[in-house]
């Protein structure tokens, strides 16, 4: 069984640039997570899908941070525009559904950003 | 609100021993799960061991155990004859029932010294 993806694995880029990320879950599972990981602390959840729709997206910066599941596989974490203090690792995690903790979230091996 | 502290920001034991990692939570939720997390160098998260408040018996999974004090909310990771592929951060997880939202307590670097 494949686990999940996510590309690129490393991005450099300027102070006010734009950045995306991109995340393919475990194939079957609905439930998908964008969480940041800054160093030195623990992942915090940004935004948590089932399917296509959006479950809890009360960390996520929405000024400048955007994100879409559109057809409820593949998704997409946008920063524009990026700042110093979003320099961090973007990990994706899946699982099968949102199920109150009986259901594992499988952890893709993120995208390391580092902001200039 | 929920938290999750880890007191131990980095260890070192030698190879084959035996290791605690330490942890305590705090929530007024009475229904919920505690995971810990392995995060080695690679990045790639992955679950451990996790614990279900309302079951007493501590859980296992072959070298990893657990300590689970509901009463002092705490909840410990023993690793029995460490290897070093156990080297990596260990985070200690907390969700309520009602929903999907882990938090992670800040972790503890681990290192297994040959």
């Known amino acids: 069984e494949a686990g999940v993806a996510q590309s690129p694995r490393y991005k450099i880029i300027e102070k006010r640039q734009s950045v995306a990320f991109w995340c393919n879950p475990i194939s079957g599972h609905a439930t998908l997570y964008w969480y940041q990981q800054i160093l030195g602390q623990g992942p915090k959840l940004l935004i948590q899908?089932?399917?296509?729709?959006?479950?809890?997206d009360s960390q996520l910066p929405k000024d400048r941070f955007s994100a879409e599941r559109l057809k409820g596989v593949d998704s997409t974490l946008k920063i524009q525009p990026a700042k110093l203090e979003d320099s961090a690792v973007y990990l994706c995690?899946?699982?099968?559904?949102?199920?109150?903790?009986?259901?594992?979230?499988?952890f893709g091996p993120g995208t390391r950003l580092l902001v200039l | 609100a929920q938290t999750v502290t880890q007191s131990q920001p980095e260890m070192s034991v030698q190879e084959a021993e035996t290791v605690t990692l330490s942890c305590t939570y705090d929530?007024?939720?009475?229904?919920?799960?505690l995971f810990w997390y392995k995060q080695p160098p690679s990045r790639q998260m992955i679950l451990v061991i996790r614990q279900e408040a309302y079951k007493q018996q501590n859980a296992t999974e072959n070298r990893f155990s657990v300590n689970f004090q509901k009463a002092a909310k705490s909840f410990s990771l023993k690793i029995s004859d460490s290897q070093l592929g156990d080297t990596a951060m260990y985070f200690c997880?907390?969700?309520?029932?009602?929903?999907?939202?882990?938090?992670f307590g800040k972790g503890t670097r681990l290192h297994i010294l040959p």
């Open positions: 997880a907390f969700m309520t029932a009602r929903d999907d939202k882990i938090i």
């Open positions: 995690a899946s699982s099968l559904e949102t199920s109150g903790g009986t259901e594992t979230q499988y």
């Open positions: 929530t007024s939720e009475s229904n919920y799960y």
């Open positions: 899908f089932q399917n296509n729709g959006v479950v809890d």
